[in-house]
Nanobody, 118 residues
Framework: QVQLVESGGGLVQPGGSLRLSCEAS????????MSWYRQAPGKERELVAG????????NYAESVKGRFTISRDNAKNTVFLQMNSLQPGDTAVYYC???????????WGQGTQVTVSS
């Protein structure tokens, strides 16, 4: 059974930092592009950041550019999201997603809550 398990969420004050992790199991992690999405209450799920299979290219939502960094370690089947200068508007449930256009498959994690509040 495919699993994507996120961790690292929590409560942080404005201006603080968090590092999210998403560990994959039971599929060939290095064959999948990875991305982070988030969904705030009452809003649609939105793409935050993405990274290619090899990690040689990344993309970010405008709202997080310069503050968030996505990275991956294929040896550890893990993708990370370093989040700095967090703002209350970043409060959401964060999900990781694995996608393969070639294999026509995608998988979602269960999500981890990030709350930015003083």
């Amino acid at each position: 059974q495919v699993q994507l398990v996120e961790s690292g969420g929590g409560l942080v004050q404005p201006g603080g930092s968090l590092r999210l992790s998403c560990e994959a199991s039971t599929f060939t992690f290095s064959s999948y592009a990875m991305s982070w999405y988030r969904q705030a209450p009452g809003k649609e799920r939105e793409l935050v950041a993405g990274i290619t299979k090899t990690g040689d290219s990344t993309n970010y939502a405008e709202s997080v550019k310069g503050r968030f960094t996505i990275s991956r370690d294929n040896a550890k089947n893990t993708v990370f999201l370093q989040m700095n200068s967090l703002q209350p508007g970043d409060t959401a449930v964060y999900y990781c997603k694995a996608s393969s256009i070639l294999l026509r498959r995608s998988y979602w994690g269960q999500g981890t809550q990030v709350t930015v509040s003083s």
